[in-house]
């Protein structure tokens, strides 16, 4: 997949997003946008897209609205806590673009995504809460902007339909429970099949019964590496 990822207000080219998205085998172009002209990183960044025309844009926060301000076509947008009241003219959001939100933002308020959403009348679904903090540089937060990507890319992605009809959007799988994982009871050695939500971060531990044997156990989730979510359980108490 080739993606165009704008990055923010004095961040640095070939930060940890982009980094990332290269890592999972995508060609990522990142290019150095002005920091004091947001026309000029408008047109930079126009520039580059009409040059690679690339699969999907991605922009981050300050980026986020230059994504938003240019002729992208109908390209997808994946905006990370995009600055659109800030800076730019644009207050619509395009009808396959999704927004990548802390709530916890401690920069661009989340209620700035939802208003957006509100003067877009658009449904609830493009906007997916996750991280901690307005980097949204935190493993989930990584892995569910990837797989954002994806879903707008793909012809059958979930994201892309999100939005035709109240049926459908109430239908359709929410973003944050991005996929089922399995762990081994180890009371009684059957699989157990259970969502993830990623959401709720990478590094995770809570309690769960078993459906088959109820027992209590431990379950842990993180993600490894290469962004990969892995899961273990562990008894909550000695049962020999």
Not at 43 to 52: G, N
Not at 125 to 134: F, K, N, Q, R, S
Not at 198 to 221: F, K, W
């Amino acid at each position: 997949m080739k993606i165009l990822f704008l990055h923010g207000w004095h961040s640095a080219v070939g930060g940890v997003k982009p980094t990332y998205l290269k890592d999972q085998g995508n060609e990522v172009i990142n290019p150095a946008l002005d920091d004091d002209d947001f026309e000029a990183a408008v047109r930079s960044a126009q520039a580059e897209y009409d040059r690679q025309r690339p699969d999907v844009v991605v922009g981050s926060s300050r980026g986020g609205a230059v994504a938003m301000n240019i002729d992208s076509h109908s390209t997808p947008l994946v905006l990370l806590c995009p600055a659109w009241k800030r800076w730019g003219h644009t207050t619509k959001l395009k009808l396959n673009a999704v927004i990548l939100h802390s709530r916890l933002d401690e920069v661009i308020p989340f209620e700035e995504s939802e208003e957006l959403l509100l003067k877009s009348k658009r449904s609830a679904d493009a906007l997916i809460e996750v991280g901690g903090d307005h980097r949204l540089a935190d493993a989930a937060s990584l892995s569910v902007m990837w797989w954002a990507c994806q879903e707008l890319v793909s012809p059958d992605g979930l994201l892309i339909h999100s939005d035709h009809s109240s049926s459908d959007a109430s239908d359709s799988q929410q973003p944050d429970a991005l996929q089922d994982a399995s762990y081994i009871c180890d009371a009684c050695g059957e699989e157990i099949v259970i969502p993830l939500d990623l959401s709720e971060g990478g590094d995770q531990r809570y309690v769960e019964d078993c459906p088959v044997c109820c027992r209590a156990s431990v379950i842990h989730v993180a993600i490894n590496e290469n962004g990969e979510p892995e899961v273990w359980a562990e008894p909550e108490q000695d049962y020999e």
